[in-house]
């Protein structure tokens, strides 16, 4: 088994490899197997994985800027103990249709990172950065998590200001202090999400479930953009008594 910038590997059982510090640059992996394997300062930038299962696997100080996971599985069988990114770099990677159950996304750089109908099922973002700076005085952040599950998630102080998180989940998930002002939510599910200090002025929320946000437990909400019929949930979560007539 060669290791290299560019291998390509199907159908391989890889759990034994040592990947500490390699270079696997561009290198395709299609339905391998990785259980327990620590990814340790390995190079992976540009790689693509497909049909993969990445059990109780550890990335750290690991780099995947531009990868590419599609249909990968990084949960183990019983569900409950996901992937750990720590340190790593994974800007503008991209997930498509992936189990991250209980990820652990921890001081990662995630600027431009797209995940779509993936799911991230009490995943938790601990000091996970969005942003990238352009010059001294500019920073922007960019993120995209269309139509994912983020039931349970933790999401407490993350920053995803103007990004795209259309059609997600977070049933019951922890947006303590989180900053989404002018974020694409429309038809996300925040039924029962805990929002206290969250930040959502000039965010779209149009199309989605409200029911568990409360107005005045927000730190902004100016200019925030809710349909018709949202409203009557909105004032009844802030104690208002609405009636039809």
Known sequence: MILEPGARFTGEDLSGADLGDADLTDAVFEDCAFTEVQFQGVCLQGARFKGCRLIRCRFAHADLREAVFEDCLFTDDQGHVGVQFAFSRLEEARFA???????????????????STCNLRGAVFLKADFARAFGRS????AATFSGCNLELADLTEVRLPECDLNGSSFREALLLDADLEGADLRRCDFFQALSAGAKLARADLRGGEVSGLNLLELASREGMKVDVDQQYRLLSAM???VHAE
């Open 97 to 115: 249709r992936c189990d991250l159950s209980f990820a652990k996304i921890e001081r990662s750089s995630l600027y431009g990172v797209e995940m």
């Open 138 to 141: 500019v920073v922007k952040w």
């Open 239 to 241: 104690g208002v008594d």
